[in-house]
Every structure is written in structure tokens, then in C-alpha cells.
């Protein structure tokens, strides 16, 4: 159970927030082009859904080293390097993530010391802008999750690349 809450966690919770903002899009628009009776909760549930799929997605691409990196530049350099700049670059990101983790904890303890509520659901902010602390958070935990695989396990930070580190890309010819 650990392992699968490892490996999904992310993407389940990022998957079922996009479902669910797509059927409230969805609904919405019926409602209102189709029944003429516009409902308002449908667009705020989906910009929560929005905010917790974007946020629960950020320490998913983290996990999967998938953000978008300038690599071409990394690659100029030899592997020692490469590896330090990116372990360097990871260095500046992981005191990112704990700023904004730590900042996203300060926002949240405002929500919780003064009640603002929203206008369609009437519901408590404190809960949707949980998003913060939980994206921020799972990022930078996951950040620290890769170094210590690769410092455990020996799993690479860098991506493989044609000097003979790790199979080649295939080429495909017309």
C-alpha cells in the first residue's frame, strides 16, 4: 500500500481533481446554454479543482524529474559538471520549495485565524487553499526523495545521453 501511495499519490489526486473540473465545466455549460439556469458553485468547484490538479501536478513532475529544464546548456558541459550544476540548480530549488512551503503555512494559518468564505459555496477558504501547503510541500519532499535515491539506490539525477551513458534514442528513417 505504501509503494502504490508513493507512486500515485500524486497522479490520482491531480487526475480525479481534472475530471472533476471537467464535468463542472461541463455542467455548467449545459445548464446554461442548453436549460437556460446558469449555476454559479459549478466554476468555483472547477477553479479549486484547477488550483489542486496544477499544485498536485508541480511534485508529480518533480517525482519524474519532468520539469522543464535548459539542458542543452548542461549538456555542453562533461558529466562531473553537469551533475554539479544540477545538483546546484536542485540546491536553489529545494530552498525555493521550502519558502514557499513555509509561506503557503502562513497564508493558511491566516484563513484559519480569520474566516473569509467564498461567494458561490459559502464554504471556509482554508480548505481549497490547502492546494499550497500540500503542492509546495510534496515538492520539495520529493525533491529531497530524488537525492536520497540516488545517494541509497544509486538511481541517476541526470538524464542519459549520447556519450555513452545509457542506450541511445532511436532513429527512425524515411
Known amino acids: 500500500m505504501y509503494t502504490f501511495i508513493e507512486r ?3 497522479e490520482i489526486i491531480a487526475g480525479t ?6 464535468g463542472m465545466v461541463f455542467l455548467h455549460v449545459v445548464m446554461r446554454y442548453v436549460f437556460n439556469h446558469p449555476i454559479s458553485w459549478s466554476d468555483e468547484i472547477a477553479q479549486y479543482m484547477m488550483l489542486w490538479s496544477v499544485y498536485m501536478s508541480v511534485a508529480w513532475a518533480v517525482r519524474e524529474r519532468a520539469h522543464i529544464r535548459v539542458l542543452n546548456f548542461n549538456n555542453l558541459f562533461p558529466r562531473k559538471i553537469s551533475l554539479a550544476i544540477t545538483m546546484f540548480s536542485d540546491l536553489i530549488w529545494f530552498v525555493l520549495g521550502i ?3 513555509w509561506q503557503s503555512i502562513v497564508l493558511n494559518i491566516s484563513f484559519w485565524e480569520n474566516t473569509y468564505r467564498s461567494p458561490a459555496l459559502d464554504i471556509d477558504q482554508k480548505w481549497p487553499y490547502l492546494c499550497l501547503v500540500f503542492g509546495f510541500g510534496l515538492m520539495t519532499l520529493r525533491l529531497v526523495q ?10 541517476p539525477i541526470l ?3 549520447d556519450d555513452g ?3 541511445k534514442p532511436e ?4
Do not use: A
Open 165 to 167: 551513458d545509457g542506450p
Open 146 to 155: 530524488i537525492y536520497f535515491r540516488w545517494w541509497k539506490y544509486g538511481e
Open 8 to 10: 500515485r499519490l500524486e
Open 99 to 101: 519558502v514557499l512551503t
Open 17 to 22: 481533481c481534472v475530471v472533476i473540473m471537467c
Open 159 to 161: 538524464e542519459p545521453r
Open 171 to 174: 532513429m527512425n528513417h524515411v
